[in-house]
């Protein structure tokens, strides 16, 4: 069973950064696409970041030039770099782990980020 801790969420002021960090176990790392996601209160789910397998990036346009998203294969990890923080980026930031051409469709539980003064 593939598992996925997020960690790294917190308070913030506008401005600041923030590094996000996904473990994974249980899963062929280095096949997976991973992607980091928000939802904010009262508003759904929304893709923030994705990295493929092999590397290739993809950004909301809300999160380009301030997110970068990353991945270690030899630590089973997912990062997302955050910077210029702004209180609309407030919401809690989840992993995904898929394959593609798969069903196979793994979140870990989330973490909160709070961007305020």
């Known amino acids: 069973q593939v598992q996925l801790v997020e960690s790294g969420g917190g308070l913030v002021q506008p401005g600041g950064s923030l590094r996000l960090s996904c473990a994974t176990s249980?899963?062929?790392?280095?096949?997976?696409?991973m992607g980091w996601y928000r939802q904010a209160p009262g508003k759904e789910r929304e893709l923030v970041s994705a990295?493929?397998?092999?590397?290739?990036?993809n950004y909301a346009d809300s999160a380009r030039g301030r997110f970068t998203i990353s991945r270690d294969n030899a630590k089973n990890t997912v990062y997302l770099q955050m910077n210029s923080l702004k209180p609309e980026d407030t919401a809690v930031y989840y992993c995904?782990?898929?394959?593609?051409?798969?069903?196979?469709?793994?979140w870990g539980q989330g973490t909160q980020v709070t961007v305020s003064s």
């Open positions: 990295i493929s397998s092999g590397g290739s990036t």
């Open positions: 995904r782990h898929y394959y593609t051409g798969s069903i196979s469709d793994y």
């Open positions: 249980g899963s062929i790392f280095s096949f997976a696409n």
